[in-house]
């Protein structure tokens, strides 16, 4: 840690007169294991790290504006380290000179110090590690007679350490490990066969439960034999936690700043209305260590904070990074994301949650009566547009009839607009999951969607 | 799944670029590790038994640009070399990489990779390679020879042209990028091959505001070949056509709902065969009994107008290379003829399996990840028929001119694919614009529906996503219709 931030001060300091720097190093170290059949497919284990540095050229006149280049490198080699330092100089010579690109500059928020480090990680064997991917394999094979294929299942853990340095003093080091198990089952009956996945995460193997994992592969399989295309028409549709943060994950892009200052947010301008329905209260929290996007620094080294997005139905504000801040007139909320060395710098969320509500998924069921569960949906990428709101997935699921989960349904799509689904959400489930990804999920009823089927 | 080519995320990590040349890496003959190096480190691979090693490596440099809300935000170079070393043994496959290229670099790579021969007694093992043959970019103009600012050029000219296309154009962004990527692999049984390939892409979005809201509107041109891309493609056109995307859908209605004939346009996106089969017919699925295309090669598995090829050789295209990412030279494969299912997809792993040669489609994201089955070009060979013809022979349906991204279960069959310019059809004529919706089908049963394929072939560029690895691809169709595909729109 001590050696990585003394490499990006190091750059730092090279910095000329003119010129602002920020320099990202990260290291880290993976283990993947896929098990297969009662054997070890693949087994893999790497250490990478790799460099990302700004440069920013301050604007010679009054309102000449700055300029940012950027340049990356996978090596932490000195030579490649120089060699992009003096590419990501020459870079910045063609930008379009702005009086908003800055760097961060510590702003006094203090950082919440978070334990994202598990001290026993590096303790765990290869051997283990290869048990219990072979365990879980084993597990969901033997778990039900329709099992008739386990796809793969899946062990894998990394850790990374990060630290930030730049000319306008921020020093920020940050370090986590992670671990996952995961699987991916294939029940059978016939010729009919339907697929369901498990996991659980932590931030080492000790925190994994594979029972989980094994029993939500094997529900999810065999609970879609038998499936059958449903009628179209309109009706409530009850999301599984899994797509809430999916979901949610989606609306965040809306939520960025950057969307909002370059006219990309259908929530621009509607600060202070009503955009939900007053069960949701949407707060983007880095600083709660259960979330799995926990974090002390945001992407800029500026402290995470708690913001609240969305506080009974109304819409309270947008996720700034610095850039994004200064163009709408405010400050950074600490909101910077990156994607790793390689990446710039942008507005995000890390953890978003939905405030929980009171009732479990069998009394939301049991209240919405009649409509769809959806246990899984495909095509977010290609059928949901977070600048238009325009709202299409692929789903799989069950119905619901008499208020409790029916016959299984594959092969039909449900849609809507992102806004209209705000403002239709009947219940909010208090069976909150801190999920991998940005968001955390519950389950979650939204009135009124097109089903659209045979 | 797939995607278009230029993720559109605020923090996309692919528009990285470099342009300027830096030294050569590597060896004093140029190739990027010395052959002799090479033999011993697949020898210490093989020190502790298995039945093969294989050393990947990879020197990539990258260089791209973003104009965003008329600003060019940020020039952006990247560079990233390195070797992944495999080691088979029975059914498992060892795996490390390294950033290092020293031979003390790979030979600690070769030993991770190694632990997975458990059994030992693999004693000294002496490796032989065939001779080089060193690998041409197959680029007229190299991209780092061409200056930054040409290349923004490029850039500021699609902004103003698609902000000269209607003033309800409220925002531009418009991406380009480029990639340089020399491959070598080297094998324990002798194989030694080498590439070098040259990509070049191009994209704008276009977001157009009106009274019902904001719609968006995307187009992309993206070639394995260099810079003189740009002198068969006009930017400001390709600028023009996402723009008239966006406009086009401020008036659009809602699409429909239900099951609908379907005409898709030539060059629309050929996604449909990314997904409805071209998954399902990798042969890492099949030999996991994961796929609805299992046990069905001689079988009728299309109508009998589908002959569905993948080919990494069509020149200049998205998904070309000259050996895939195990060594093995791209072929031209024959996946259905006359809807006759012919074969699968094969990597040199789960071809050797059942005792067959690779077809060229191992491949990887970069050299940190183990290849895998993967599509190159896949398209269907055009039809007979005229395509204005095949939308006037249906009376009612959808008309998509532009598919954006798809994703598909392969066990299941079931896919969705989204549009991104759909009409409605009505009395065989194109009419109203309609909005975004996925479609979603069952692969086996939507294939079996095309009932006309016309002459207008057209292929258009992808980046194709499977267990977490992106690489590109190519899709290309002519039109085409569907007699019935589920559409969800949120009409009724």
Redesign the interface.
């Known amino acids: 840690m001590a050696e990585l931030l003394d490499l990006a001060s190091s750059l730092v300091d090279r910095a000329v007169a003119g010129e602002q720097m920020e320099v990202y190093v990260a290291r880290g170290h993976d283990t993947e294991i896929r098990a297969y059949d009662g054997e070890v497919e693949s087994l893999s284990s790497a250490t990478s790290g790799g460099v990302g540095i700004r440069v920013v050229l301050a604007g010679e006149g009054d309102d000449e504006g700055n300029r940012a280049g950027f340049a990356w490198a996978g090596s932490l080699d000195s030579e490649v380290v120089a060699a992009t330092l003096a590419e990501a100089r020459d870079n910045a010579v063609y930008a379009t000179p702005d009086p908003d690109v800055v760097l961060a500059t510590p702003d006094g928020v203090p950082a919440k110090e978070l334990d994202l480090w598990d001290p026993g990680f590096a303790a765990v064997s290869t051997a283990d590690k290869v048990e219990m991917a072979l365990a879980l394999e084993r597990q969901v094979r033997g778990a039900d007679p329709r099992v008739r294929q386990v796809d793969s299942a899946d062990y894998g853990d990394g850790s990374v350490e990060v630290a930030l340095a730049s000319t306008a003093g921020i020093r920020a080091t940050t370090r986590r490990t992670s671990a996952f198990l995961s699987v991916s089952a294939i029940a059978g009956e016939g010729a009919d066969s339907q697929t369901g996945s498990g996991f659980t995460v932590g931030r080492s193997a000790g925190d994994l439960d594979p029972d989980v994992a094994a029993a939500q592969a094997v529900e999810r399989a065999v609970r879609m034999l038998g499936a059958g295309k449903a009628r179209s028409g309109r009706c409530a549709v009850v999301f599984d936690p899994r797509v809430v943060s999916t979901l949610l994950s989606v609306i965040s892009s809306a939520l960025s700043g950057e969307a909002v200052v370059k006219g990309r947010s259908f929530f621009a301008g509607r600060v202070g209305e009503q955009v939900a329905t007053p069960a949701v209260t949407l707060v983007d929290d880095p600083t709660d260590p259960r979330a799995y996007g926990a974090a002390t620094y945001d992407g800029e080294g500026l402290a995470c904070r708690r913001n609240v997005l969305v506080e009974a139905g109304v819409l309270q504000g947008f996720l700034f990074d610095t850039v994004s801040a200064r163009r709408a007139g405010t400050t950074s909320t600490g909101s910077a994301v990156r994607g790793g060395f390689s990446g710039t710098p942008g507005a995000g969320c890390r953890a978003l949650v939905l405030a929980p509500g009171t009732l479990d998924q069998e009394t939301i069921l049991a209240e919405v009566g009649e409509g769809l569960y959806v246990q899984s949906v495909t095509g977010v990428h290609s059928g949901v547009n977070a600048v238009s709101g325009d709202f299409s997935v692929g789903a799989e699921g069950l119905m619901i009839r008499h208020g409790v989960l029916a016959e299984p349904v594959r092969e039909v799509t449900v849609a809507s607009t992102l806004q209209r689904m705000l403002q239709s959400i009947l219940h909010v489930g208090g069976d909150l999951e801190w999920l991998p990804g940005i968001a955390a999920g519950q389950t979650l009823a939204v009135d009124d969607m097109q089903l659209s089927g045979a | 799944?797939a995607?278009s080519p230029n993720s559109q995320?605020?923090?996309?990590?692919s528009t990285?670029s470099?342009s300027?040349d830096?030294p050569a890496a590597g060896a004093a003959d140029g190739s990027l590790v010395e052959g002799p190096v090479l033999e011993r480190v697949l020898g210490a691979a093989l020190a502790r038994g298995g039945d093969l090693a294989e050393v990947f490596v990879e020197d990539r440099q990258t260089s791209g640009?973003v104009l965003?809300?008329?600003?060019?935000?940020?020039?952006?170079?990247?560079?990233?070399?390195?070797a992944g070393i495999r080691v088979i043994v029975?059914?498992?496959?060892?795996?490390?990489?390294?950033?290092?290229l020293s031979e003390a670099g790979l030979l600690a790579?070769a030993e991770?990779a190694s632990?997975?021969a458990r059994e030992g007694g693999g004693g000294v093992r002496t490796v032989a390679l065939a001779d080089r043959r060193p690998a041409r970019a197959r680029a007229e103009v190299l991209p780092s020879t061409v200056g930054?600012?040409t290349k923004?050029e490029l850039l500021t000219r699609a902004d103003d042209a698609a902000r000269s296309a209607g003033d309800a154009v409220?925002?531009v962004q418009a991406g380009y990028g480029d990639s340089r990527r020399r491959v070598l692999v080297a094998t324990s049984d002798g194989r030694l091959a080498e590439d070098d390939q040259v990509r070049t892409r191009f994209n704008v979005v276009c977001?157009a505001?009106g009274d019902t809201?904001?719609?968006?509107g995307y187009e992309s041109v993206a070639r394995t070949l260099g810079f003189e891309v740009f002198d068969q493609v006009d930017v400001d056109e390709v600028a023009r056509t996402a723009a008239q995307r966006a406009l086009s859908?401020l008036a659009a209605r809602p699409?429909p709902?239900?099951?609908v004939p379907v005409v898709l346009a030539g060059g629309s996106g050929g996604i449909l065969f990314h997904e409805a089969c071209g998954h399902g017919l990798e042969a890492d699925h099949i030999v996991?009994?994961?796929s609805?295309y299992v046990g069905q090669v001689g079988q009728q598995v299309a109508s009998p107008l589908v002959t569905l090829v993948d080919d990494g050789t069509v020149g200049g295209e998205w998904g070309n290379f000259a050996i895939d990412d195990e060594g093995h030279p791209a072929g031209r494969n024959v996946l259905i003829e006359n809807g006759v299912l012919t074969d699968y997809l094969w990597d040199w792993l789960r071809a050797a399996k059942v005792g067959r040669a690779s077809s060229g489609n191992g491949r990887r994201q970069s050299y940190?990840h183990?290849p895998m089955v993967r599509m190159t070009n896949t398209f269907l060979l055009a039809g007979e028929e005229d395509p204005d013809e095949i939308v006037a022979q249906t009376p009612s349906g959808v008309y998509v001119a532009k598919?954006?991204?798809?994703?598909?279960?392969t066990?299941?069959g079931?896919?969705?694919?989204?549009t991104t310019e759909a009409y409605l059809i009505e009395n065989g004529r194109i009419t109203e614009p309609l909005?975004?919706?996925?479609l979603?089908?069952?692969g086996p049963e939507v294939l079996r529906r095309i009932d006309a394929v016309a002459t207008d072939f057209a292929m258009t560029p992808g980046t194709c996503g499977k267990d977490g690895q992106s690489v590109p691809v190519g899709c290309g169709q002519a039109t085409l219709r569907i007699t019935g595909v589920?559409?969800?729109?949120?009409?009724?």
């Open positions: 799944m995607r995320s605020p923090n996309s990590q990285n470099r300027a830096r640009a965003d809300d008329r600003k060019v935000e940020e020039l952006s170079s990247g560079r990233e070399r390195g029975g059914e498992t496959t060892g795996f490390a990489h390294t950033a290092d790579a991770a632990a997975v930054k600012a923004l409220s925002q977001i505001t809201g904001m719609q968006t859908k699409a709902s239900g099951e996991k009994d994961a609805v940190q183990l598919l954006g991204g798809g994703q598909v279960n066990t299941t079931d896919f969705v694919f989204g909005r975004d919706a996925n979603i089908g069952n589920t559409i969800g729109g949120t009409a009724a």
